[in-house]
């Protein structure tokens, strides 16, 4: 009897959505520019990809790709590159490449776990930033958070000595989790802002109109900075 494929577990819903036209259009004219085709088990070449030896953040789940965008515009000598799984963010980010002439970023439409355990060479990263990932609030759903052991292990072979993982989210339980996991690899990992503390939002994250909005109904956010030890 043949066995079942064992099915991993999703830190994702897969939601494609529609394209609007001019996000239709971005992705036809812009990808070839900016996209990057994940290949299972090819190792990007960074340097290559971007046409420089610049450091490169990782954001992993960058919405509409605002604050990304943002970023890229005030951190010129970084290289971006960007994951989401998300149709719709992944044409806006486009189009927002293309009109501004943005070019230190690059683009993967794909699952953000594969990318890491396939794609990225060790201590590739300078920066990894996981901005308010889905919490799965509910109990039973905790186990598809993106942050779990496989995942701070992944962080402590992909950045390099001296590099930072950086985190916010709005649920403080989630927070709590981030924390814990994290600390409990002091081996790997620092606290920036000292054991069991969280950061002030740094000036390299943008606030967001989400989290201004947030702010207002005096919803808290949690910024988590852990730098990776020699």
């Given at each position: 009897?043949?066995?079942?494929?064992?099915?991993?577990?999703?830190?994702?819903v897969l939601r494609t959505g529609r394209f609007t036209p001019g996000q239709q259009k971005a992705f036809e004219r812009w990808w070839p520019a900016f996209g990057v085709d994940f290949e299972p088990g090819k190792v990007l070449d960074l340097p290559d990809l971007f046409g420089n030896p610049n450091p490169v953040w990782l954001e992993i789940g960058f919405g509409n790709g605002e604050s990304l965008a943002r970023m890229a515009q005030d951190f010129p000598q970084r290289n971006f590159l960007g994951i989401e799984v998300h149709t719709p963010g992944v044409g806006h980010l486009l189009l927002k490449?293309?009109?501004e002439n943005i070019t230190n970023v690059r683009v993967m439409h794909h699952d953000a776990m594969e990318i890491l355990e396939q794609s990225l060479a060790d201590a590739s990263l300078d920066r990894v930033q996981l901005f308010f990932p889905d919490p799965w609030h509910k109990k039973k759903h905790h186990k598809r958070r993106i942050v779990r052991p496989a995942f701070v292990e992944l962080m402590?072979?992909?950045i390099a000595p001296g590099g930072v993982f950086h985190a916010a989210t709005d649920w403080q339980d989630y927070a709590e989790q981030i924390m814990g996991l994290f600390s409990?690899?002091?081996d790997l990992f620092e606290n920036l802002a000292g054991a069991e503390e969280y950061s002030p939002r740094p000036d390299t994250r943008p606030i967001t109109k989400f989290e201004q909005r947030g702010q207002?109904?005096?919803?808290g956010v949690w910024?988590?900075?852990?730098?990776?030890k020699a």
């Open positions: 009897m043949e066995k079942k494929k064992h099915r991993p577990i999703r830190s994702y490449l293309g009109e402590g072979r992909l409990q690899r002091s207002r109904l005096g919803h910024d988590l900075l852990f730098r990776r």
